[in-house]
């Protein structure tokens, strides 16, 4: 038979992209090669904050005084950690199976490999079988970058350099553990180590963390973290890793660090190779599937999405990639838009934010405004955060006053954030914005505090 | 001193004009009688000069720009004046001017039970008149109902396709609109109520709305065309190398925008036919000569054929009042007097000027009247309020040797006389044939009005006049 759909690789963009096809009436086939909801599900997105949240409880308790709360004797069981975040795993992974199912996609698991293509449409191979559809949808994500340093390969064998993939599966806490590359996953791995005891010392090759983020903001949150302990050793590169020691150089000096662990997270690259795409002729360009706004390839009836394409690396964007794709294949008109994708780091405090920076505004040439205040004048933030501050930060653009970025520091800040993006989505101005009233108190008031500066 | 410059009134009915061409600039010194600028109506343009001596200080609104009548457009003074008490933009500055006059507009408009785009926006901004608040040169008719639907549920009119009675937009355009029209992001909606925003790209926002990106894309395209030829704003779509292109691409004027409108609802929304039929013009073409031969002597006018036309139209037309008459759906307006309406090919396309009252004229004075009128239009000086309130019109195109045609109604008048060449025919006098000079008369009715053979009695009446026109004269 022919499927209308065979969907390569079963993350985010995968098994959204299924599901949506599936519910649609396609005849749809999701082909995994590992485990149903890829990284995000299984080493990623939904293992960390399970990890995270246990690692905020035992903070939690620990630090309660101030809020008048004694415990005593709390510790954390990280095998006991590790467990539940095994069952939260396996819950949502059988929860994605199940939805595949209700939605009449059928999953095959083992390696697809597309062969070319014949009168019907595009054939892939899974193990000796042989599957054709009339759309392929690309969706076989990334894999982290392991950089050609001296001992890395050789770390990774012996377990002593892990991954995001092994960190989350080790069974006791390293004494010191040494992550390179200050980006999300690194830093929210060094939260949970750092509270769960580990010696946590961060070596990243920009002068600040957190990729791309606000400056400020990142500032702020590596005060945080340096106020727990963690060690930051910015504009730095690691140079060679050995048993025990992380060698870097900074500012021309060969310095060297103790580490238990080392966790590579220096970034991900897509998975292009390997499982033919080049026996159709997909463009691949800077290593990524080049797509266009409607996540074609250059191949009529070839669809990519999710980390493949290189854009945002984030399992939210491969959703929304996903239906995009889905729907022009359904003849539907849609279009990806990456203007209002928010970004959040589970640290403690989170971090979050949606659109321009002030960077990324004066890259553009875009002027704007930009008003600042204290996560201080939101009445519930202070009586939950004692001693605790961050900061709200509101873009607006000068020529149409309206809002193109808002960035915060602060718990809660992930759950508040998506207002921000349908306000940017809908390109409310400064004077719309003022009239959304806003439940009180929360913590989500501060962007009406801070849309009230302007 | 300084002196301001106002956008003249032309007629009172026009509430803004849209300034075509600037033929001086800032800093330019201009002698009193130099030609300062070209604005112009939906339906005509004129020219406006300098009335003093000085050098243009400031302008304060720019070519394509819709400005409301009476509100300062430039300053001419002395260098060093200054000039920010005049500008328009300032809150005060020409809301002096300009505020009385809205309302009073509005005042009209609302006493004649028409609303036109603008005037709630104008009167709702008492600080000044700011020609932001009128979205184009057009007067977009709306029915109040529908007005009031659009602002409640916050859309832009000016998308709605009318499919009201005479080009109106009525409630359920709104309602279409709503549901399948271009929808905006808030930013992107406010920029597309500024002027000149007039081409979009398609949305790609949230919804498939229309967003700043957009509208940006838009004025690019529009820019980038603008730049490919300046002058003309016709662009010629590349053909292979060395061959004529395919087709050249022309913006329409506002003069053809509103011809497009009006043809398309007139076949639309009539139910119209043609009668054709000829008379014998021996006796007028002998009477034209006779004037020719004798008009110095006598100061009359060179009448033509044409004059001759008009006159046995105006008097004929009041025995057949019904095709005098305005069609109105569930009524109809039968007029006592003839306001004839006279077609007049000019550069800028079809104009119909009226001659008021007619059936009151002397053959002279309907001769002289529609040779001024003809010339204005011709000029672009014509008065707005002289191209409408006609109640019947007379279309010629006897000169470009038509021997019969179809003239389209001009709703919601009920008929429209169509003038023919002359033909050479054969009758037979006795048992002799001969030749006599056959004119052809082409007349348009509503048959929603007046039914066929009342049309036709009204035709065979003007033939015996015509061909009687002496005893005519004589009545």
Same mark, same amino acid.
């Given at each position: 038979m022919v499927y209308d759909l065979i969907v390569i690789g079963g993350g985010p963009a995968g098994y959204l992209g299924a599901e949506r096809a599936g519910h649609a009436g396609l005849n749809t086939l999701l082909i995994e090669k590992r485990a149903l909801g890829g990284v995000c599900l299984n080493e990623g997105c939904i293992p960390s904050k399970s990890l995270l949240y246990s690692a905020?409880?035992?903070?939690?308790? @620990?630090?309660?005084?101030?809020y008048g709360v004694f415990s005593e004797n709390v510790t954390l069981d990280h095998k006991k950690v590790i467990e539940r975040k095994n069952k939260v795993v396996k819950t949502l992974v059988s929860g994605v199976k199940a939805q595949l199912k209700r939605n009449n996609v059928t999953v095959v698991e083992g390696i697809g490999e597309i062969m070319g293509r014949n009168a019907e449409g595009y054939e892939v191979k899974v193990g000796g079988e042989i599957f054709t559809a009339k759309n392929l949808l690309i969706a076989?994500?990334?894999?982290?970058?392991?950089?050609?340093?001296?001992?890395?390969?050789?770390?990774?064998?012996?377990g002593f350099v892990l991954t995001n993939r092994e960190i989350l599966d080790l069974n006791e806490i390293p004494k010191s553990l040494v992550i390179v590359g200050g980006g999300v996953i690194g830093l929210e791995m060094a939260s949970y180590f750092n509270s769960a005891g580990s010696k946590v010392t961060i070596i990243e090759m920009l002068d600040k963390i957190a990729g791309n983020n606000d400056r400020e903001i990142s500032e702020l949150l590596m005060k945080a973290y340096q106020k727990k302990g963690i060690i930051f050793n910015l504009s730095s590169k690691v140079v060679e890793i050995k048993e025990g020691q992380v060698i870097y150089e900074h500012n021309g000096e060969r310095l060297a660090v103790e580490a238990d662990?080392?966790?590579?997270?220096?970034? +991900? +690259?897509?998975? %292009? *190779?390997?499982?033919?795409?080049?026996?159709? =002729?997909?463009?691949?360009? @800077?290593? @990524?599937?080049?797509? *266009?706004? @409607? =996540?074609?390839?250059?191949?009529? =009836?070839v669809y990519a999405a999710g980390d493949v394409n290189g854009v945002s690396m984030l399992a939210h964007t491969a959703y929304r990639e996903a239906e995009v794709c889905v729907n022009n294949m359904l003849g539907k008109k849609d279009i990806m838009r990456y203007n209002a994708i928010p970004? %959040?780091?589970?640290?403690?405090?989170?971090?979050?934010g949606v659109?321009?920076?002030?960077?990324?505004?004066?890259?553009? =040439?875009?002027?704007?405004? %930009?008003?600042?205040i204290s996560m201080r004048y939101s009445g519930r933030f202070l009586a939950e955060n004692e001693g605790g501050d961050g900061i709200c930060k509101i873009l607006v653009d000068k020529k149409y006053r309206r809002l193109v970025g808002l960035h915060m520091i602060g718990n809660y800040s992930s759950e508040i954030i998506y207002g921000a993006a349908a306000m940017i989505e809908m390109e409310l101005r400064v004077d719309d914005i003022k009239e959304i009233v806003f439940p009180h108190p929360t913590v989500s008031e501060i962007i009406r505090e801070g849309i009230f500066q302007f | 001193m300084a002196t301001p410059v106002i956008m003249p009134r032309q007629g009172q009915t026009v509430e803004s004009c849209i300034i075509s061409k600037w033929h001086k600039k800032k800093g330019d010194r201009v002698k009193a009688g130099d030609l300062l600028l070209t604005y112009e109506t939906d339906k005509a343009s004129f020219d406006e000069e300098a009335k003093v001596d000085g050098v243009i200080l400031d302008i304060f609104f720019e070519e394509g720009e819709d400005v409301p009548v009476l509100t300062t457009i430039c300053v001419i003074g002395e260098e060093g004046e200054d000039v920010s008490q005049f500008d328009p933009r300032n809150s005060g500055g020409a809301g002096g001017s300009t505020e009385p006059e809205a309302e009073k507009s509005k005042a009209e408009n609302v006493s004649s039970g028409d609303v036109t785009a603008g005037d709630?926006?104008?009167?709702?901004?008492?600080?000044?008149?700011?020609?932001? !608040?009128?979205?184009?040169?057009?007067?977009?008719?709306?029915?109040p109902r529908a007005r009031n639907l659009a602002d409640k549920i916050g859309i832009d009119y000016r998308y709605a396709q009318p499919t009201g009675p005479y080009g109106r937009i009525i409630e359920r355009d709104i309602e279409l609109l709503a549901e399948k029209g271009p929808a905006f992001t808030f930013a992107a909606k406010g920029e597309s109520m500024k002027p000149g925003t007039e081409i979009y790209a398609e949305g790609t926002g949230i919804g498939g709305r229309i967003r700043i990106s957009d509208l940006e894309k838009g004025k690019e395209a529009q820019s980038q065309m603008a730049a490919q030829v300046p002058a003309s704003q016709v662009t010629v779509p590349a053909g292979a190398a060395g061959e004529e292109p395919e087709f050249t691409e022309v913006k329409l004027t506002n003069i053809r925008k509103v011809i497009a409108k009006a043809m398309h609802n007139s076949l639309s929304t009539t139910a119209q036919l043609t009668l054709h039929t000829t008379f014998d013009a021996t006796e007028i073409l002998e009477y034209r000569n006779r004037v020719k031969e004798n008009k110095d002597k006598l100061g009359l006018q060179n009448i033509t054929i044409n004059d001759i036309i008009l006159f046995a139209v105006s008097r004929t037309l009041l025995m057949h009042k019904e095709l005098n008459s305005y069609f109105m759906d569930d009524k109809m307006l039968i007029f006592n007097n003839v306001h004839l309406g006279v077609a007049v090919d000019t550069e800028r396309g079809l104009m119909v000027p009226t001659i008021f009252y007619a059936n009151k004229k002397s053959l002279n004075e309907i001769s002289a009247e529609i040779k001024k009128l003809a010339e204005e239009c011709q000029k672009g000086t014509i008065n707005p309020d002289m191209l409408k309130g006609g109640t019947f019109t007379v279309t010629n195109l006897g000169m470009l040797d038509i021997e019969s045609f179809t003239p389209v109604l001009n709703p919601p008048q009920s008929g429209i006389l169509g003038v023919n060449t002359?033909?050479?025919?054969?009758?037979?006098?006795?048992?002799?044939y001969v030749y006599y000079p056959a004119m052809g008369l082409s007349l348009t009715f509503d048959h929603r009005a007046v039914d066929g053979a009342p049309a036709?009695?009204?035709?065979?009446?003007?033939?015996? !006049?015509?061909?009687n026109f002496s005893l005519l004269l004589a009545k």
């Open positions: 905020k409880m035992y903070d939690n308790a @620990r630090f309660s005084e101030k076989t994500g990334s894999m982290p970058i392991l950089p050609p340093i001296p001992g890395v390969k050789e770390g990774i064998e012996k662990k080392v966790l590579m997270s220096i970034g +991900r +690259r897509p998975v %292009v *190779d390997g499982f033919g795409l080049d026996k159709i =002729g997909v463009e691949i360009e @800077r290593g @990524r599937i080049k797509t *266009d706004e @409607r =996540g074609r390839t250059n191949v009529p =009836g970004y %959040v780091i589970y640290t403690n405090p989170e971090v979050a659109g321009e920076t002030e960077e990324s505004a004066k890259q553009k =040439g875009m002027e704007v405004e %930009v008003s600042t | 709630d926006d104008k009167a709702a901004d008492e600080k000044a008149v700011v020609p932001e !608040n009128i979205p184009d040169g057009e007067r977009i008719k709306i029915s002359i033909v050479q025919r054969v009758k037979k006098v006795g048992d002799e036709a009695r009204f035709l065979k009446d003007l033939k015996t !006049n015509l061909e």
